[in-house]
């Protein structure tokens, strides 16, 4: 996710992707994202389980911005929020 001037990306992790975007853009969600208005998503990915989620968060959270700005331009080329595409 990110901000509306694609400054701040964060990564995470959820069971419920629609839901946790939902309490990020109604600011229901303290800490990170709402201190920095990071309520956009540009990048996903989905698992079939858990583990795989969290080994790839970590994969992800530990790369550089570069690495991460690279992985986001090639699924979401216009960093478009992708919310109401899920």
């Known amino acids: 996710m990110t901000n509306k001037a694609n ?3 964060y990564i ?8 946790r975007l ?3 853009k109604e600011k229901l ?7 920095y208005n990071v309520n956009e998503l540009v990048y996903y990915e989905i698992f079939d389980n858990i583990e795989n989620a969290i080994l790839r968060e970590k ?4 790369g550089s911005r ?3 700005m690279e992985l986001i331009d090639r699924f979401n080329p216009e960093w ?4 109401d595409d899920i």
């Open 66 to 68: 570069q690495k991460k």
């Open 22 to 24: 939902w309490e990020h």
């Open 7 to 9: 400054m701040v990306l």
């Open 12 to 19: 995470g992790v959820t069971n419920n992707l629609q839901k």
């Open 29 to 35: 969600v303290e800490g990170f994202t709402k201190k």
């Open 59 to 62: 994969q992800i959270k530990a």
């Open 80 to 83: 478009k929020d992708l919310y």
